[in-house]
C-alpha cells in the first residue's frame, strides 16, 4: 500500500519556524521526486518545492526561496521541508507529493511541478502562522 504521511504542521507566529516531514511507503523511493505542494483556501494548489531523491536536487518556487529549505533522507524514505521566517500568506494545507521521474520526462522543475503530474498524495497538514 502507498502511503505518504505528513507531520509537523501547526500554529505559529509569523517570523516563527516549522518542519513538515514526508514518510513514504510503498514505492521505490528512488523513482520519484517528493514534493511539497500547498492550498490555501480559494486558492489554486501551487507546488512550493521538490526534491530528487537520486542527485538531491532541489527546486524552490520564488515566494518561498532563502526560506525554505527541503532535504531528504534516503534511508528512511523521509523528506523534510524546515520552513523559516514563516508569514501569514504562507498559511495553507501543505501536500507531500510523490511525482514519477523515472517513467516520465519534463522540461525542467517548473513544468514537473505541476498537480497533474503527481502520482501519490499525502492527507495533507495545516500550517496556519498569525500575524
Known amino acids: 500500500e502507498v502511503q505518504l504521511v505528513e507531520s509537523g504542521g501547526g500554529l505559529v507566529q509569523a517570523g516563527g519556524s516549522l518542519r513538515l516531514s514526508c514518510a513514504a511507503s510503498?514505492?521505490?523511493?528512488?523513482?520519484?521526486?517528493i514534493g511539497w505542494f500547498r492550498q490555501a483556501p480559494g486558492k489554486e494548489r501551487e507546488g512550493v518545492s521538490c526534491i530528487s531523491t537520486g542527485d538531491g536536487s532541489t527546486y524552490y518556487t520564488d515566494s518561498v526561496k532563502g526560506r525554505f529549505t527541503i532535504s531528504s533522507d534516503n534511508a528512511k524514505n523521509t523528506v523534510y521541508l524546515q520552513m523559516n521566517s514563516l508569514k501569514p500568506e504562507d498559511t495553507a494545507v501543505y501536500y507531500c507529493?510523490?511525482?514519477?521521474?523515472?517513467?516520465?520526462?519534463?522540461?525542467?522543475?517548473?513544468?514537473?511541478?505541476?498537480?497533474?503530474?503527481?502520482?501519490?498524495w499525502g492527507q495533507g497538514t495545516q500550517v496556519t502562522v498569525s500575524s
Open positions: 510503498g514505492f521505490t523511493f528512488d523513482d520519484y521526486a
Open positions: 507529493a510523490a511525482i514519477p521521474v523515472i517513467s516520465q520526462s519534463y522540461g525542467d522543475y517548473e513544468e514537473m511541478m505541476r498537480a497533474q503530474n503527481v502520482g501519490f
